[in-house]
């Protein structure tokens, strides 16, 4: 079964500042998904930024981009110039995609503060 | 991008009561699923809502206790059923669109409280 770790339960950095979430995770497959998704306070599930393995290219969106190290199977976030509507959990999930389940399997999440 | 509604955004329910809770979709869409999130915790999986057929449960979660339907492509309710304290968690679907097959988002889940 894939497992996913955020070894990070909390950070807290400045604004403007940019900070790296990390995440780990196990699988023995070779061709799967990885995503970040965002949940304020609000508790809206957003989707921040997705990674296809097969690709080596590392995935960016604006100022989120993503240090995909397949062989170490790590997959950290680094957000850019931090903003305090940054603030919010952060959720790393994988997927295996396949005919049969393709659930998201999440780390634990790290709770990020950005202060002004 | 898709609207995706849930009703009720959030309830207080007494033990042994069922509270459904309604998810809709504005979009195409292929495979909608319903996931649970315990007071600080991750989201856990129930159950993938399959149209015009039963759930596909995961491990330690019964159609009993979570009754799911899916009458067509971009409907689908959750009933949690007996309800207890320890149901007490935020409730949230999630879909896969046509043409984005491999990404799932999520609708603003319902926040249920069981005292």
């Known amino acids: 079964a894939q497992t996913v770790t955020q070894s990070q339960p909390e950070m807290s950095v400045q604004e403007a500042e940019t900070v790296t979430l990390s995440c780990t995770y196990d699988t023995s497959e070779n061709n799967y998904y990885l995503f970040w998704y965002k949940q304020p306070p609000s508790r809206q599930m957003i989707l921040v930024i997705r990674q296809e393995a097969y690709k080596q290219q590392n995935a960016t969106e604006n100022r989120f981009s993503v240090n995909f190290q397949k062989a170490a199977k790590s997959f950290s976030l680094k957000i850019s110039d931090s903003q305090l509507g940054d603030t919010a959990m952060y959720f790393c999930a994988f997927m295996k995609p396949s005919s049969g389940a393709q659930k998201l399997v999440f780390g634990q999440g790290t709770r990020l503060t950005i202060n002004p | 991008s898709a609207v995706i509604s849930q009703k009720p955004s959030r309830d207080i329910c007494q033990r042994g009561t069922s509270l459904t809770i309604q998810c809709q979709v504005d979009?195409?869409?292929?495979?909608m699923f319903w996931y649970r999130q315990q007071p600080g915790q991750s989201l856990t999986l129930i159950a993938t809502?399959?149209?015009?057929?039963?759930?596909?449960?995961e491990s330690g979660f019964v159609i009993d206790k979570f009754p799911i339907s899916r009458p067509n492509l971009t409907f689908s309710t959750l009933t949690v059923s007996n309800m207890s304290p320890e149901d007490s968690s935020i409730y949230l679907c999630s879909v896969k669109l046509a043409g984005k097959q491999e990404t799932q988002y999520f609708g603003p889940g319902t926040r249920l409280l069981v005292l």
């Open positions: 809502a399959n149209q015009g057929s039963e759930a596909t449960y």
């Open positions: 979009s195409q869409v292929t495979m």
